[in-house]
């Protein structure tokens, strides 16, 4: 009970203070939307191109505007000492990781919201439809689940903000490739089929890299 | 309450604590005098289990830090110099984060009794970056004994403060002693420190070099005590 309980409190404690400042959502939101414009620009897209390159474009925007929120989460943590606040109260860091990582995956899921209609009416393409809804949520929620272990360990590095993409983006290759490519067979008009084997592959990486975090987080935490 | 048996703790190559030996008592006040880098605050954090140490033992009230961290988390209190707290919470929404993590029943009324006791009731709802130094330090005091501990752990609470706002702290942790709290002390402030504590422990490069009742001494008496045992380590 105690853990759910502060695994609420932290998630809670993110929500209410980024709430207030608008922090890490206002920077991870400038980032995507110029990304996106720049990209819409530089391609110059016909419809028919639009739907080549959109899953590529949607997934850079949002995988680097995840990352300057991964970083700023824990950073300010670290910086003003208040993670180990956290650390010397007696529950299981785990659910610091689990509170943490449901904080980033909603900044990340509120980006998206504002984002993905502003493709569809740069890009000309349906990007809302409930198929693409379940590969942008899959992909999130791994990216979230891995970025936020790596962000608790690039906050000890001396070069934390450049190291944060050179230790997660390698990790992230399955769940990019899969989020990609079934965005893709969506945009396609692929089968169901299809697309559930990428499914598969986002569900598993989503369940099999979950597990590792609460196994390890202590040992990340640990000074 | 608080045993500890040859603790080293090295960062890499560099060795901090060269195997410590110390017991506090119940309700015991102890100052941890010496220089920079002689190893205080590795010391408390080792004790307050943010870190872990490279040998040794350490108990708190029979409960061992690396094996039993839980128990031992819920038993102290602790403040150092950075206030661990978020400035774009209120004093409240603090307090009741920490309240919620230590499973705290009935925590308003504990928050609305800490607030009074640290003189903030009226600032209760106020952000706290809007608070001064002196009162984000009350404020971290509230924080720590949030949940009644039955030890505290001071890593120099005093520093950043103005005089006035350190007599101030002075006097709050002079009530929170005379509670019956163990209380363990570092500071630069030797004046402070005496008129404080039972008892003087002077640590340097890593090493007890002195350990003294505080009522064998004057301020100046320790002064001197302090300089002599630290210069003799050092040579």
Redesign the interface.
Known sequence: ??FW??M???FW?DV??EF??KDIFTGMLIFALLAVLIFNFAFDLRVERAKEVLPGVMWVSIVFAGMLGLNRSFILEYD???L????????DRSALYLGKMLGNLVFMVAVEVVLLPIMMVLFNVNVLQPSILIFVFLGTIGFAIVGTSFAAIAVNTRAREVMLPVLLLPVLVPVLIAAVKGTANVLDGGTLGEQMSWLRILGAFDIIFLGIAFMTFDYIV?? | MIHVRGLVKRFGYTIVLRGISIDIQAGETVVLLGPNGAGKTTFLRILATLLKPNAGRVTVAGKDIVREPHKVRHLLGYVSHQTLLYPDLSARENLRFYARLYGLPHADERIQEMLALVGLGKRADDLVRTFSRGMLQRLTIARALLHNPPILLLDEPDTGLDPQAAAMLARLLRDVAGEGRTILLTTHNISRGIDFADRVIVLSRGRIVADRPSSDLTPHDLSEFYLNAVTQEAA
């Open positions: 009970m105690r309980s502060a609420w409190a932290i404690k209410r203070a207030r400042t003003r000492g208040s180990s606040g956290i650390l010397l109260a007696p529950v640990e000074e």
